[in-house]
């Protein structure tokens, strides 16, 4: 299945095979800012600018739960799922980084430092780390374990991150925005490569099966892949 959130309201499920909308969720009454894919495959998690998270059955089409984040009065802007399912992390428009139980559908830690709208987050697949940027020119790295911040990665002046990867080794961490970079996640964290390809900012970034490659889309609609050796 394919998963998508238009410029509205709406996800749309989609059966790639067929090429045909399956399922469309009317979830929000705001911006769809955010999707997160359930590591079981089932569900699918969503964020939004009315200041609600919702969490669907991608199969029967169902809003299994949404919940508003009462504690901020601004629009949620980014989601991901922890790579254990049971916890999950948003973003906000005034700069805070929420960590949620989802059983309890509690908040469970917050992480400020950030300036400006939260733009991006992404959890390392062994779930200790957790990056997160916003409107700052920075990203931060938190150990989960401690919850605490161990690294800023300063860029450069109007350098807006638009999407985080961790590879699956949580070793190297993927950045899109004006271009695409790679960094070693060390005490220095220091940057391995950059690729400038792509005549628009690049709006997210994936890494291939055991990191052969890098992908990244882009506002100049095209995908393109990179070598990580």
Do not use: M
């Amino acid at each position: 299945s394919g998963i998508n959130a238009e410029y509205g309201q709406h996800v749309r499920i989609w059966d790639i095979a067929n090429e045909t909308c399956r399922h469309t969720l009317r979830i929000h009454d705001g911006p769809v800012t955010g999707l997160s894919l359930h590591p079981t495959g089932d569900y699918v998690l969503s964020s939004s600018a009315d200041q609600h998270w919702g969490f669907s059955d991608i199969n029967t089409g169902k809003l299994l739960c949404k919940v508003a984040d009462q504690s901020v009065s601004h629009g949620l802007t980014c989601c991901q799922f922890h790579p254990d399912g049971l916890i999950f992390g948003t973003g906000t428009s005034d700069s805070l980084v929420k960590i949620w139980d989802f059983k309890e559908q509690k908040s469970a830690a917050n992480f400020p430092g950030h300036s400006g709208p939260i733009s991006a987050i992404a959890f390392s697949e062994n779930g200790y780390y957790l990056a997160t940027s916003a409107d700052d020119e920075v990203v931060k790295l938190w150990d989960l374990r401690k919850l605490k911040n161990f690294k800023t990665i300063s860029l450069e002046d109007k350098y807006t991150v638009r999407g985080l990867t961790f590879d699956n080794s949580g070793h190297y961490l993927a950045v899109a925005g004006p271009d695409v970079r790679l960094y070693q996640i060390s005490k220095q964290c220091d940057l391995v490569t950059t690729w400038a390809s792509h005549t628009q900012d690049a709006t997210d970034v994936r890494f291939g099966p055991n990191a052969s490659y890098i992908a990244s889309v882009s506002n100049d609609r095209t995908l393109k892949f990179y070598s990580a050796n």
